[in-house]
């Protein structure tokens, strides 16, 4: 269980901050009418995911709880990051002047950030 | 490694005071601090179980604690700190070696009651506060640890493109950046601990900044010790750069590069030599290869010196020189007093080259006892020739590599001692003697003298290849001329190629000649003294031959003139005589006492004693042959350290006796009640060859019939059981060492006449010559009394 910093300085993968153990990965388009951003939460029950928009970033927070838990069941691998997670995106809109819209489809939850008119 | 999005309050955190119920899994010599990412390996089976507790609830969440002492395998919960932190497994897989987990931390916990200590650990944990003092104290240790850690990774790992500072930037939280540090550094688990523990910002980053100190200077040492090895290994590597900058200095400077040059000066010296065609070809590949290693390379010299040696040989026929028989006759007569046979030889040998200069050079050998002057004569003749004299020693030489060299893949191989005669002459027709041919050894490296056959072999030599050279070299116009003492020991085929002259030793009227036309005016020069400043005369160089002396040639009488001519020298110089006149007295102060009594003959001689001459290398005896009836046995005993032609010859010589007992008056039953013993004294000095078989007869004769053998007379002569007396070699030898004996008569066998004629007229005059054709002339020269007279007294 002994490490070596620099290894982990140069090798670890970026650790969590502000608590999220995890990043979901996210995809950024830029539609005809404003910003899609597709983020991957297979598996997050909608209820434990919070968007909120601050300053012109949009703030995707929320939980992932296993919901896979047999007694009897032995856990050979595990490469799913469960638990809290966050992922802020830097947008370039004025705040407050957005439209957010979110849906959730097969496991990516869409978010729809479009300026108002 | 620390997110952007990291400003943002530690929202996930469970609010201080919050409890919790969680599996424990205690870490050996790490400590996990909050937000900081941990991979690990679990392999003790309570850790196991309390890892598959955890993955078996929604939340993956454990609390780590670090245990006191790393040693224990089974630690109990007072074996643990108190104080751990929460943890979220993010990655789990399985090997062999147990679980590999990668955890991240989320917040520190106190444990507040064990729940479970059975099977796993599991406690029940309150959340602690995260502390948020602030203060321009907690902003200057932030700082201070910046700059620690900053110089840290700079020695660490000085090309890291890693700046704390814009990490830390990054990480406004100055607790966070203490974790963050914490967690790099390999910190005592004590101090990791303590850090962990600590309740304000301010105590965190005081441990700290302590911990970051004492690494630096821990590291700093590593470095040092680290950066002196390194120098070392690069020590040649930096030379080679350096090398390389003066290529390009000298290169700036037209200088040019001294391997460029020396490949450039041997190019031009190569466009320059008249080669033939192959050896062109051969000398241009060899020195593109060489233009191409580097000088460092172990081939670069070989190669080098091959070019060299090359480029050096002389392959261009040489100018044939006008010879001028006239001048020829001249330097040998200088040089050498007599040997007319030898002398007459070569001037015809002269004559056939001048004639047809394309001619193959006739290869001599020279055969005499030591300091007859075979080599002097060598030089006459490079000198009447006007060519180089190259002399090589063969004797005890037992590589045949010496002569014909090493191949060019041996380490340090040179070319033979022929090649490189031949490039110190530097023409292709020189006078190259090859000295003691006889005495050539024979090792287990082949045999030289065999390779000796191709350099002398007229139809061979045209192409001769040294395997260093590995090039045919034309030596056909070498004059090769052999020395050697003695015949016997030259193999057949290498004697076959030669053209034998005999230099016989000198009789003392010779010698005295040559030590008053060479060898005087010689040592005189050497000793620094003019010709009026020291007289030897003739009477005294006489008495210096015959008394001091004895030898074949003149090397040691020129040795004792030498001395003669030193303590003159001496007294000149102190100065106590200006000129000096060796009286044949003086010697005895000049030189001590006389070494050698005159060869005197014995005086007396009893029946079966008979004087014989023997040719030795260092030119003739005289030995006495004697013989002893053997009462009682029938043998014939030889002793004297005879070989076995002389053995025969002794036979032969009792059978022919035995045989014609009637004819020399000998009763029969004289040989059926005694053998007979030949003695032939020196005993510890080897004889061999039949000439001593006239003599062996002679004494056996003398013996039966009880008549002794003249006294004054000596015999030499192969036998044969018919009776008859063949000639023998060696004669001038022999009448010469008879005549420094003082004997006054020799018998000789009639098939040596023609000989006698090389021997001096001095020495002729003196003796009285018989030559016998048969057993029963010599023995009526030889015996007091004729046969006839002893078979009537009988």
Redesign the interface.
């Given at each position: 269980m002994s490490r070596d910093p620099l290894l982990e300085l140069l090798f670890s993968e970026p650790a969590p901050s502000s608590g999220a153990p995890w990043r979901p990965r996210a995809d950024v388009y830029h539609t005809a009418h404003g910003w899609l951003v597709k983020l991957d939460l297979a598996g997050v029950r909608s209820a434990d995911v919070t968007v909120t928009l601050s300053g012109n970033s949009l703030i995707v927070s929320g939980c992932r709880r296993d919901w896979l838990l047999e007694r009897d069941w032995d856990h050979m691998q595990m490469e799913i990051a469960y638990n809290c997670f966050e992922r802020r995106l830097d947008l370039p809109c004025e705040p407050g002047s957005c439209r957010v819209a979110t849906e959730f489809r097969d496991g990516f939850l869409l978010v729809r950030v479009e300026p108002e008119r | 490694?620390?997110?952007?999005?990291?400003?943002?309050?530690?929202?996930?955190?469970t609010p201080a005071g919050a409890v919790h119920v969680l599996a424990v899994v205690p870490?050996?010599?790490?400590v996990l601090y909050?937000?900081?990412?941990?991979?690990?390996?679990?392999g003790r089976p309570t850790s196991v179980e309390a890892v598959?507790a955890a993955?078996?609830?929604?939340?993956?969440?454990l609390v780590v604690v670090t245990q006191r002492d790393p040693a224990l395998e089974e630690p109990r919960p007072q074996d643990l700190y108190t104080v751990g932190t929460r943890a979220?497994?993010?990655?789990?897989?399985?090997s062999p070696e147990g679980m590999r987990l990668l955890l991240?931390g989320?917040?520190r916990v106190v444990i507040e009651n064990w729940e479970q200590t059975e099977g796993f650990l599991k406690a029940r944990v309150r959340v602690l506060p995260t502390p948020t003092d602030v203060g321009p104290e907690v902003e200057a240790r932030l700082r201070a640890v910046m700059d620690l850690g900053k110089r840290v990774?700079e020695i660490?790992?000085p090309d890291?493109d890693?700046d704390v500072t814009e990490m830390v930037t990054r990480?406004a939280d100055p607790l966070?950046v203490a974790y963050?540090v914490a967690?790099?550094?390999?910190l005592p688990t004590e101090q990791g601990q303590r850090i962990l523990e600590a309740d304000t910002r301010l105590e965190a980053l005081r441990l700290l900044n302590e911990s970051l100190t004492n690494e630096i200077k821990v590291l700093q040492i590593r470095k040092e010790i680290a950066g002196q090895a390194a120098s070392e290994m690069s020590k040649s590597q930096r030379e080679y750069v350096l090398r390389q900058q003066l290529r390009a200095i000298q290169a700036e400077l037209g200088e040019g590069d001294p391997q460029q040059q020396e490949a450039a000066v041997l190019r031009d010296r190569l466009e320059k030599a008249e080669l033939p065609d192959h050896v062109r070809k051969e000398a241009e590949r060899e020195l593109s290869r060489l233009e191409r290693l580097p000088p460092a390379a172990p081939d670069y010299q070989m190669t080098r010196s091959y070019v060299e040696l090359i480029l050096e040989l002389p392959w261009k026929a040489a100018e044939p020189a006008e010879i001028d028989l006239g001048k020829a006759r001249t330097i040998l007569d200088e040089d050498h007093f007599d040997l007319e046979e030898v002398k007459d030889r070569i001037l015809e040998d002269l004559a056939v080259m001048k004639l047809n200069p394309g001619a193959h050079a006739p290869i001599l050998c020279f055969v005499g006892p030591p300091g007859v002057g075979k080599t002097s004569l060598g030089q006459s003749i490079a000198r009447a020739l006007e060519r180089p004299f190259e002399r090589l020693s063969l004797g005890g030489m037992h590589d045949e590599a010496e002569l014909r060299g090493h191949r060019r893949t041996y380490i340090g191989a040179m070319p033979g001692r022929v090649i490189q005669a031949i490039r110190r002459a530097g023409r292709r027709n020189p006078v190259m003697m090859l000295d003691e041919v006889d005495k050539l050894g024979r090792g287990f490296q082949g045999d030289p003298a065999s390779a000796l056959l191709e350099v002398l072999d007229p139809a061979q030599n045209g192409t001769f290849r040294d395997n260093y050279l590995d090039l045919p070299f034309d030596l056909s116009q070498v004059f090769f001329i052999t020395t050697a003492n003695t015949l016997d020991t030259i193999p057949r085929p290498l004697l076959d190629r030669m053209e034998v002259l005999r230099l016989a030793g000198y009789a003392r009227e010779e010698k005295v000649a040559i030590a008053r036309r060479h060898l005087i005016p010689r040592r005189l020069a050497e000793a620094g003294l003019k010709p009026d400043q020291l007289e030897i005369p003739d009477e005294t160089v006489s008495r210096l031959v015959a008394s001091y002396t004895r030898e074949a040639g003149v090397r040691e009488l020129e040795r004792l003139l030498g001395r003669v001519a030193r303590k003159v020298a001496r007294r000149v110089a102190e100065g106590t005589a200006q000129t000096h006149r060796v009286q044949p007295d003086d010697l005895q102060e000049l030189l001590g006492d006389e070494r050698f009594l005159p060869e005197e003959a014995r005086q007396e001689l009893l029946p079966g004693v008979a004087t014989g001459l023997a040719w030795t290398e260092s030119g003739g005896e005289v030995l006495y042959v004697e013989a002893a009836l053997l009462p009682g046995g029938k043998e014939l005993r030889i002793t004297g350290s005879i070989g076995d032609v002389m053995r025969e010859s002794a036979t032969a010589a009792q059978t022919w006796v035995w045989s014609h007992a009637q004819q020399l008056g000998v009763a029969a039953d004289r040989f059926e009640k005694a053998g007979v013993h030949l003695h032939v004294p020196a005993g510890a000095v080897p004889k061999d060859g039949p000439s001593a078989g006239v003599a062996m007869t002679t004494a056996l004769a003398s013996l039966y019939t009880d008549t002794p053998v003249r006294r004054d007379t000596a015999m030499t002569g192969e036998i044969s059981l018919a009776g008859l007396v063949l000639p023998v070699g060696g004669i001038k030898e022999k009448v010469l060492a008879a005549h420094r004996a003082g004997l006054k008569r020799v018998v000789l066998p009639e098939g040596n006449r023609r000989e006698l004629k090389q021997i001096p007229e001095e020495v002729r005059r003196d003796l009285e010559v018989v030559f016998a054709s048969r057993i029963e002339d010599v023995l009526e020269a030889a015996l007091t009394r004729s046969v006839r007279e002893a078979r009537a007294r009988s």
């Open positions: - | 490694m620390v997110d952007r999005e990291s400003d943002k309050a530690l929202e996930r955190e870490m050996k010599q790490t909050p937000h900081v990412a941990l991979p690990a390996l679990v598959k993955l078996a609830t929604e939340e993956k969440t979220v497994l993010k990655q789990m897989t399985r991240v989320v917040e990774i660490v790992q890291a890693v990480n966070q963050v967690s790099l550094l390999p």
